[in-house]
């Protein structure tokens, strides 16, 4: 991926909020003028010779599109999105949401499925007297976005894995061959109660 620093990402974000061009009004009127003017406008320069922003003849920027396929795209799946954009910074769900412009239940259910593959990593903290779920990136996320440089999104698969799937399965055999025996209901449904336990464990 295309490295990006925190203020290169305020920057590209504060030019998508504004439709793709913003302006020096938009930066004043921004969370961005606490870095200070000298900091923007180099932020700004290395922004340019990177081609990630084009200066217009009125003195504003536009984002381009070799930027946009940062993270703004809709050819790029939400998971990636989000493990490019921990790569840069850690962020709670709102950052997330504000950023990726997706609906929070789908951004939501995409972080559960990287937590639970071991590719981000939540921590709660308190911010302003308040608990606070802070996502950050794991060796193993890096690991999965850097693949997606040579192999694509499509040939990458971090879901449930085969053996899982097919353990999962094979319980299904099990509690259906169990209303076969001619034990008792009561112990039949016992037996069932426990694979049915062991198989959630495995789905969570």
């Known amino acids: 991926m295309r490295k990006l620093g925190t203020i290169d990402l305020e920057i590209l974000q504060l030019a998508v909020n504004q439709n793709g061009t913003f302006n020096e009004t938009h930066l004043e009127n921004s969370k961005l003028k ?18 990630f922003i084009s200066m217009n003849d009125n003195g504003s920027f536009t984002i381009t599109e070799l930027a946009k396929e940062i993270l703004w795209s809709s050819k790029i799946p939400i998971w990636a999105k989000i493990l490019r954009l921990l790569q840069i910074k850690s962020c709670d769900l709102q950052q997330i949401i504000e950023t990726i412009n997706s609906s929070e239940e789908k951004i939501f259910n995409e972080l559960e499925q990287l937590r639970k593959n071991q590719l981000v990593l939540m921590s709660p903290q308190r911010q302003d007297e308040k608990l606070i779920k802070v996502y950050e990136i794991l060796p193993e996320g890096i ?62």
């Open 34 to 51: 606490r870095h200070g003017v000298g900091k923007i406008l180099d932020t700004l320069a290395s922004l340019k010779d990177r081609k």
């Open 143 to 204: 690991e999965v976005i850097d693949k997606t440089e040579t192999q694509g999104f499509e040939n990458i698969n971090f879901g449930k894995n085969e053996p899982e799937g097919e353990i999962i399965g094979t319980i299904d055999e099990i509690i259906n061959e169990i209303q076969k025996l001619s034990c008792s209901d009561n112990e039949k449904n016992n037996i069932t109660k426990k694979l049915e336990l062991l198989k959630n464990k495995l789905e969570i």
